[in-house]
């Protein structure tokens, strides 16, 4: 079956650094759009940055230039880097995929708390 599992959150200070990774299974990974979004408490959960199965980025405005998506179609996995991270980054992150014909598939989420 699917399996969506991300790992790599923690506590850190602002400014600092986390990658996230996503490890995939039960699905064609290397032909799926890939997605992170992200939930911060009393808040709907918000798209993040998705990546296409060719390569090509698309980010919120609030992340750009700090956050970068990547894939690593042998492994499976897609990444999140993040970087410069600031207190309201805190929240949960969520690995996303769409597949055919129409179903939506989210991994358990990582938690990135962001605190001096």
């Known amino acids: 079956q699917v399996q969506l599992v991300e790992c790599g959150g923690g506590l850190v200070q602002p400014g600092g650094s986390l990658r996230l990774s996503c490890a995939a299974s039960?699905?064609?990974?290397?032909?799926?759009?890939m997605s992170w979004y992200r939930q911060a408490p009393g808040k709907q959960r918000e798209y993040v940055a998705s990546?296409?199965?060719?390569?090509?980025?698309n980010y919120v405005d609030s992340v750009k230039g700090r956050f970068t998506i990547s894939r690593d179609n042998a492994k499976n996995t897609v990444y999140l880097q993040l970087n410069s991270l600031k207190v309201e980054d805190t929240a949960v992150y969520y690995c996303?995929?769409?597949?055919?014909?129409?179903?939506?598939?989210w991994g358990q989420g990582t938690q990135v708390t962001v605190s001096s």
């Open positions: 996303y995929a769409p597949l055919p014909p129409g179903y939506h598939y």
């Open positions: 039960g699905f064609t990974f290397s032909s799926t759009a």
């Open positions: 990546i296409t199965r060719g390569g090509i980025t």
